[in-house]
């Protein structure tokens, strides 16, 4: 069983949809939780970042993290083809390694 | 946010020579700064740590004296990729741990064609 399940997708969905991209983990040490976009042939930006159960909205985005059930998620509002990208979630326990756990990725379409 | 650089963002090379890649924090200081190879329509594979002033520690598999690493100041770190083979090809992407936010923020990547 890996650490960290996404769901690969692909993930077409109509302009202005709102969009739900989850993540599940095994590991209960992890504390830290990231989203990453990945537009194609770059680099990944960090989108969400929360330590804590619970939600965090930043514009169109809200990232809620369920430490209870070790589930992930990240919602997207009135979604826009400039969305179109893979979305990575990303964890890690802290401490001195502080390597992050990826999950594979889902790839998002957003069709105009 | 953070701004992490990265330098070339593209480079071929012929098989047999060395290709070096750099990696900067530019407006914060990345004591640890990670490097991962990324192959198409798969996730980052963590290939190295990098520790400012110290050896860097490698992944299981990964050769360390294929995949030179240098972290020579708190701005920079270097991934010399020696003696290349076509299998090397890949997009090498790094990123800069930032200790306020402990968050890592990664470079653009670079993509190493071997001929």
């Known amino acids: 069983q890996k650490e960290v399940e996404q769901d690969p997708g692909p993930l077409s969905v109509p302009e202005g949809a709102i969009v739900s991209l989850n993540c599940t983990y095994s590991?209960?040490?992890?504390?830290?939780f990231m989203w990453y976009r990945q537009y194609s042939r770059k680099g990944p930006e960090l989108l969400m970042y929360t330590y804590s159960s619970g939600n965090k909205e930043d514009g169109r985005f809200t990232a809620q993290v369920d430490k209870s059930s070790k589930y992930i998620s990240l919602f997207i509002r009135d979604s826009q083809p400039s969305d179109s990208a893979t979305y990575l979630c990303a964890m890690n326990s802290g401490g001195a390694t502080n390597k992050l756990i990826f999950g594979t990725g889902t790839l998002l379409a957003v069709q105009p | 946010g953070a701004v992490v650089s990265q330098h070339p963002s593209r480079v071929i090379c012929k098989s047999g020579t060395s290709v070096k890649i750099e990696c900067r924090s530019l407006d914060f200081q990345a004591t640890t700064m990670f490097w991962y190879r990324q192959f198409p329509k798969q996730s980052l594979m963590l290939m190295a740590t990098?520790?400012?002033?110290?050896?860097?520690?490698?992944e299981q598999g990964v050769e360390k004296d294929k995949f030179l690493i240098n972290h020579a100041s708190l701005t920079l770190s270097t991934l010399t990729v020696t003696s290349a083979h076509p299998e090397d090809s890949s997009f090498y992407i790094c990123s800069a741990r930032r200790l306020a936010t402990d968050t890592q923020y990664f470079g653009p990547g670079t993509r190493l064609t071997v001929l």
């Open positions: 990098s520790n400012e002033g110290s050896k860097a520690t490698y």
């Open positions: 590991n209960s040490a992890f504390q830290y």
